[in-house]
């Protein structure tokens, strides 16, 4: 009985350690990409949610999103004091992605202002250049790091002319 009762014991004991250690592992994680972010002069987060935030977390700073597939999850806010959907994507229970669609029609005002405050605060875009791809043709400004990216792009849709923003980070 004795000898049960330690294997038992043991079991707890790794099983703990496998716990704290997957949650060390997590958060060291998290803050190395946090570190990268900060070098690379690219966001830590986008509306208080961090690269790497699991599901949980980012329901918890943004109790509002709704899912919108296994893998996306969205809301209606203010970006840059703008109205825009933000979707967030995740991945193996974290944030690997998120992207801003303006509301309002685009226009090359609103689209030259958002250029000027990521500019600012991220460092020099690329010029606009024109993409075809499987998400459709749409004029793109670009800025990539070695471990981040932004794409800031305007594109006709059926719903009319979109911005959109997109944060994501390499693997």
Not at 51 to 70: F, G, M, T, Y
Not at 144 to 156: G, K, S, V
Request: with cysteine; aromatic share 8%.
């Amino acid at each position: 009985m004795k000898k049960l009762i330690g294997i038992g014991a043991l079991i707890v004991l790794i099983l703990i350690f496998k716990f704290v250690g997957g949650q060390l592992g997590s958060t060291a994680a998290v803050q190395s990409v946090q570190q990268q972010a900060i070098a690379q002069n690219m966001p830590i987060e986008i509306l208080g949610v961090k690269w790497l935030a699991s599901l949980e977390e980012v329901k918890s700073i943004r109790p509002n999103i709704r899912q919108d597939s296994p893998e996306t999850f969205s809301e209606d806010t203010l970006f840059q004091e703008r109205k825009a959907e933000v979707t967030y994507f995740i991945k193996k229970n974290t944030v690997v992605m998120f992207i801003i669609t303006f509301s309002e029609p685009a226009s090359l005002d609103n689209f030259q202002k958002t250029q000027a405050l990521l500019g600012k605060d991220y460092g020099a875009m690329s010029e606009l250049t024109m993409i075809s791809d499987e998400h459709g043709p749409r004029q793109c400004s670009m800025r990539a790091t070695e471990r981040f990216h932004i794409d800031h792009c305007i594109r006709n849709s059926p719903a009319g002319v979109k911005e959109q923003i997109v944060f994501y980070k390499a693997a």
